[in-house]
């Protein structure tokens, strides 16, 4: 039977984990680095550091990558409002994004007055890259990503970075914020994430290639370019509670969408790349980043499990599987895969 | 030296074997590039590097992210062994 550790949100089926006698997990007993605080005060001075000479040099100061989600909005918000920037915003349309988060997206540019663009890649390409992940091998070359995000997500979020990499080079913007929580990424700021997208690429060309089509380039790659690029996550300098942003983006109109799993505010087609993990792999896919969030003190452990365990309508899931082409039983023949582990998955 | 960069190499080996970023079942290479033996993706080579500033109170500049300096293992602990040096 399936147990979760008395302090975060992580079950018995989640790799490498061990309890103690007390049912606590290894990685909430885990200590902090030695020098944890003076690295979060230097990562809170760089991140000014650079928001500051990097204002005013070009025509934008920043590219925000906007969701229409809650964090991605109250980031959009601060971003101009706090920080004073020049910002141009940027929407990946996965084909997924509920009306209502379209909506919210048009009135909150509005609000804040600044420029948009709406990008929507291919369906037929996004709908192959999202099989793929899920019933192919597509990404089972990168790393041991299962534990912290779904094979959907992976796929979808590298072309959103990729696409925001290739605008910011083009419009030469020097700094890409991204809406990522503490428990989604290491750090608040990465230098030239772009050549990573791109060395990613290239390391991983033919097998891509091989499954999504040559196509797969004008997506995933980048161009050779040595412009310099800031990926800013704010929120690891500045933690912000649920409660403390939704307060914020009411006044800018957003309304939280209906019929959405609990661990997304914009996207309908995270339900099903929840539903394939736990099928494929036995836990979450949110589990790792909500128990980071809960060790921080950013969420409690109740409010996690309701995240976690918010049912989504029949109808509204049936709705994405057939804009997504996948029937209920492809799903449900993932789990024939068995709960296991992930290097019993690996090494198979 | 020597020693002591064991030990480096003995802290960086814990921490990715536990944590969240490798298979446990995955070998790990010490003069090999984790992300080019496809052990690491960018996300975890960022992990294991700000693993190594906040654990050994060290600032890494950008210009010392390299594959010379940082490519391997054993040259992450080379690299904390003589930054320490020049710090104590």
């Known amino acids: 039977m399936t147990e979760l550790c008395a302090r975060c949100v992580l079950p018995s089926t989640f790799p490498n984990i061990s309890f103690d006698a007390e049912g606590v997990c290894c990685f909430c007993a885990r200590p902090e680095t030695t020098h944890q605080n003076q690295f979060d005060a230097r990562q809170r001075q760089e991140f000014e550091q650079i928001v500051h000479a990097s204002k005013g040099r070009f025509a934008y100061d920043a590219l925000c990558c906007y969701s229409g989600g809650k964090d991605s909005t109250y980031m959009l918000k601060m971003m101009v409002r706090d920080l004073g920037l020049n910002v141009l915003a940027f929407t990946l349309d996965n084909g997924f994004i509920t009306e209502q988060s379209k ?32 019933f192919g091998d597509l990404n089972q070359t990168r790393g041991n990503y299962i534990t912290r995000i779904s094979d959907i997500c992976l796929s979808c979020i590298s072309v959103v970075n990729t696409c925001a990499a290739r605008l910011a080079l083009s419009y030469r913007i020097p700094m890409i914020f991204a809406g990522f929580t503490p428990g989604q990424i290491p750090r608040a700021v990465i230098k030239n994430n772009h050549r990573f997208y791109r060395q990613t690429y290239q390391q991983h060309r033919d097998h891509w290639n091989a499954r999504l089509g040559t196509q797969a380039e004008q997506y995933l790659d980048l161009p050779d370019d040595s412009f310099e690029i800031y990926q800013m996550s704010p929120y690891l300098v500045f933690e912000k509670s649920e409660a403390f942003i939704l307060d914020e983006i009411r006044e800018l109109g957003w309304v939280h969408p209906e019929q959405l799993d609990g661990c997304t505010s914009n996207c309908a087609l995270n339900v099903v790349g929840n539903l394939c993990h ?25 409010e996690a499990l309701h995240k976690l365990t918010l049912q989504v309508e029949e109808r509204a899931v049936e709705k994405t599987l057939i804009q997504l082409g996948v029937s209920r039983a492809a799903i449900e023949a993932l789990g024939t895969r068995g709960n296991r582990t992930c290097a019993e998955l690996s090494a198979a | 030296m020597e020693n002591t960069n064991n030990e480096y190499i003995q802290k960086i080996l814990d921490y990715l074997r ?17 992300l080019e033996a496809g052990i690491l993706d960018s996300y975890g080579i960022v992990d294991l590097l700000t693993f190594i500033e906040g654990e050994f109170g060290l600032a890494i500049p950008d210009e010392d992210i390299t594959k010379e300096k940082m490519g391997s293992i054993r040259k992450m602990a080379s690299y904390i062994g003589a930054r320490r040096l020049v710090s104590a």
């Open chain 1, 278 to 302: 736990e099928k494929k792999y036995g836990f979450h896919p949110y589990a790792l980043e909500l128990s980071k969030l809960i060790r921080k003190g950013l969420l409690t452990r109740d």
């Open chain 2, 18 to 34: 536990g944590s969240v970023l490798l298979n446990p079942a995955d070998e790990i290479p010490l003069d090999r590039s984790l």
């Open chain 1, 103 to 134: 909506q919210n997206i048009v009135k909150v540019v509005d609000m804040l007055a600044v420029d948009h663009l709406f990008f929507k890649p291919a369906r037929a390409f996004m709908t192959r890259m999202y099989k793929e992940a899920v």
